[in-house]
C-alpha cells in the first residue's frame, strides 16, 4: 500500500520521509531559540516573548529543578496550566532538565487528577492557582513531592502582573484559598534559577519526552509513551505539510487549542517553533467577546482550531468584521471538519481549511491534506514515513475503495502503553502496526476518508470520552441500578454525552444525575442528556448493547 501514495502528493510535496536532524525536543529547541533570538516566539496576555526570553526563563527553570528538587533524569514532572506563557517556559525548562512531561488538562477533576498523578509516578506538579485548592485535596494521595504554583500574571511586567493578580484574586474571585506550606512559586523558581548552574540534559531520542494521557476503553486514561525520536519524527513528517504556505519567522499564529493537547504541543510547540514563528496563546477561546478583542490585535496569518470552534466564531458578528486579508492558513483537527463548518470559514474569512487527522498515540498526525490542494471531505493523505493498512474483522487486508480498520506504522508511533504491557499489545501489533480504531477508506487518488469509529467513543469538541468512565460514575450514584452511555449529535460540539439509565429509586430525576457527574467528570464528558429506561438492550451473556441506544439504530 506504501508504494500506491508515492506518486498522490501534489507539486511541492515529496512521498520520502527526511528524518529529523535533531538529537532530541532539547537540541530542536535551543537551535531554534538561537537562530531566532530577537524574533517573537509566544504571546499571552498582552505581553510577549521572544525566543531569546524563552530560552532564558526555560534555562531559570531548569537550574532550579537540577539545583533545588530532588527531582533527576526520567523523573516524571506534572504540568496543569491552559494557554498562558509559563506554559512553553514550564514544558521546555522541564525537558532541559531531563525530566518527562506530564501534560495535564487544568479542568480534570480531582478524581481525574489523582488517577493521572498515580499512574504517571509524577514527583512534581507545576499547577495554576486557580486549582491549587484541588492539587491540595489531591497531592497527599499520591508520590508528588515538589509543587510550583502558576499565578496568571506570572511573568507580566509591573504594575500589568499587580493588576492582574488583584483582578483575579479580588474582583473576579477565581483563586480558592488553599494551603499548600511545601509549595513554591513559579516566579521564585525562575528568580532562584537565575543564579544557579544549568547543567544542559541531554536525553537520547529513545528516551521519553512526553507521557500523553489518552482515554482508556477500561474507563481509566492510559499514558502513551511519546519519545523525543517520535515526537521529532511526526514534526519532520507534519512540516512539508505546513510550510507549503508558510515562511520561516513571518508568520502570527493564532493558538486558542490547548498546548497540553497533542494536536496544538506537536504544532506550536514544534513545528512553528522550529521554523521561527509566532503562536497568541488563547487561554479561554469560550469567552467569545475576549476571544474576539485579542484577534482585533493581530495582522495574523495562521489560524489552528477545530468544528466547533469555526462554527462559534463564524456565529459572531464582530467575528464577520474582522479583516482576514493575511489569512493564509486554517488547519483543522481534533475532531472531523464538517462540510458546513468549512462553507463558513471560506465565506467568512476566505480561507479554504486544511483538515489533518492523528490519534495520540502517533504524536500524533498521521494524514493531512495538503495546504495546496486541500479535499474538504477528507482527512487527506499520509505523511510521509507512515505505512497504511486497511482491514477487515478477520485483519485481511482489503482492496482499494473498501471500508474496514486503519493500521498505521511509522517513526511517529508511540512505543506503548505506560506501565500497561497489555493494553499496548493490543494496540500494537509485534510487527508495529498502530490499531486505530477508525473505519476508513481510500479514493483512487489516496485521499483518506472517516467512514466511522469502530470504538466506542464519543468525540466531544475534539476531546474523546469514553462510555465505561461515565458509566462507572454514573453506576456510583445509590439510586441507579444500570446505565448505559453514548453519543449523540450536536450542533456545537458534535457529539455530547447521553445516559440511559435503569433506577434503582424511582425518586431519580435527571438534573439529579448530571449534577452527580459534574462533581465528578470534567465538563465535557458530563452527561447532556438522561433517559430513564425500564431495561437495557443486552446481549446472551447480558453484556449492554451501546450500539442498539446510537439515534441512528434507535430514532424514536
Known amino acids: 500500500m506504501s508504494n500506491f501514495f508515492r506518486d498522490k502528493y501534489p507539486k511541492g510535496l515529496s512521498a520520502d520521509y527526511q528524518p529529523s536532524p535533531y538529537r532530541s525536543l532539547v537540541d530542536l529547541f535551543e537551535t531554534a531559540c538561537h537562530r531566532f533570538d530577537r524574533k517573537p516566539a509566544f504571546s499571552g496576555l498582552g505581553q510577549t516573548l521572544s525566543f531569546g526570553d524563552l530560552e532564558q526563563h526555560s534555562r531559570h527553570f531548569a537550574a532550579y529543578l537540577q539545583n533545588e528538587t530532588g527531582l533527576r533524569p526520567g523523573d516524571r514532572i506534572a504540568i496543569q496550566l491552559p494557554n498562558i506563557l509559563p506554559y512553553p517556559v514550564a514544558i521546555f525548562g522541564a525537558m532541559r532538565a531531563g525530566l518527562v512531561v506530564v501534560n495535564t488538562n487544568p479542568l480534570y477533576t480531582a478524581r481525574e487528577m489523582r488517577h493521572q498523578f498515580n499512574d504517571s509516578g509524577a514527583k512534581a506538579l507545576v499547577v495554576l492557582e486557580t486549582i491549587a485548592a484541588t492539587a491540595q485535596e489531591v497531592v497527599p494521595d499520591t508520590d508528588i513531592e515538589e509543587i510550583i504554583v502558576v499565578g496568571l500574571g506570572d511573568l507580566l511586567p509591573m504594575p500589568r502582573r499587580w493588576l492582574t493578580e488583584l483582578v483575579v484574586k479580588y474582583v473576579q474571585k477565581r483563586v480558592p484559598a488553599y494551603d499548600l506550606p511545601q509549595s513554591v512559586s513559579f516566579r521564585h ?74 494536536y496544538s504541543f506537536t504544532v506550536n510547540c514544534g513545528v512553528l517553533l522550529e521554523s521561527g514563528n509566532h503562536s497568541v496563546l488563547i487561554p479561554n477561546p469560550r469567552d467569545m467577546d475576549a476571544f474576539i478583542a485579542e484577534l482585533k490585535k493581530w495582522q495574523f496569518t495562521v489560524f489552528l482550531g477545530i468544528n466547533t470552534l469555526f462554527v462559534a466564531l463564524c456565529q459572531q458578528e464582530s467575528f464577520r468584521q474582522l479583516r482576514f486579508n493575511g489569512l493564509k492558513m486554517t488547519v483543522a483537527g481534533g475532531m472531523a471538519l464538517t462540510e458546513d463548518a468549512a462553507r463558513h470559514w471560506r465565506e467568512t474569512t476566505g480561507c479554504v481549511i486544511t483538515e489533518g487527522y492523528g490519534m495520540t498515540e502517533s504524536s500524533p498526525v498521521i494524514s493531512m491534506n495538503p495546504a495546496n490542494a486541500p479535499r474538504i471531505g477528507t482527512i487527506g493523505l499520509p505523511v510521509p514515513g507512515t505505512e497504511i493498512r486497511v482491514i477487515n474483522d478477520e485483519g485481511e487486508d482489503l482492496p482499494l475503495g473498501e471500508s474496514g480498520e486503519l493500521l498505521v506504522r511509522g517513526p511517529q508511533v508511540m512505543k506503548g502503553y505506560w506501565q500497561k504491557p497489555e493494553e499496548s499489545a493490543e494496540t500494537l501489533s509485534a510487527e508495529g502496526w498502530l490499531h486505530t480504531g477508525d473505519i476508513v477508506r481510500i479514493d483512487e487518488d489516496g485521499y483518506l476518508h472517516i467512514v466511522d469509529r469502530k470504538k466506542d467513543m464519543i468525540l466531544v469538541s475534539g476531546f474523546n470520552v469514553y462510555p465505561n468512565e461515565v458509566e462507572n460514575v454514573v453506576c456510583s450514584h445509590p439510586k441507579v441500578l444500570e446505565c448505559a452511555a453514548v453519543g449523540i449529535p450536536d450542533a456545537k460540539s458534535g457529539e455530547v454525552v447521553k445516559v440511559f439509565v435503569v433506577r434503582q429509586d424511582k425518586s431519580l430525576g435527571e438534573q439529579e444525575v448530571i449534577d452527580f457527574c459534574r462533581d465528578k467528570l470534567t465538563g465535557y464528558k458530563v452527561p447532556k442528556a438522561v433517559e430513564f429506561r425500564a431495561d437495557l438492550p443486552k446481549t446472551n451473556v447480558g453484556k449492554i448493547l451501546r450500539r442498539a441506544l446510537r439515534p441512528d439504530q434507535n430514532p424514536a
Open 189 to 262: 523558581c525562575l528568580a532562584t534559577g537565575s543564579r544557579r548552574r544549568f547543567s544542559p540534559a541531554k536525553p537520547a531520542g529513545d528516551d521519553l519526552a512526553v507521557l500523553q494521557y489518552t482515554g482508556g476503553t477500561t474507563g481509566l486514561s492510559k499514558g502513551a509513551m511519546l519519545t523525543h525520536d517520535n515526537i521529532l519524527a511526526n514534526i519532520a513528517q507534519t512540516r512539508p505539510f505546513l510550510m507549503l504556505r508558510l515562511g520561516e519567522g513571518q508568520e502570527t499564529v493564532i493558538a486558542p487549542l490547548p498546548l497540553y493537547h497533542i
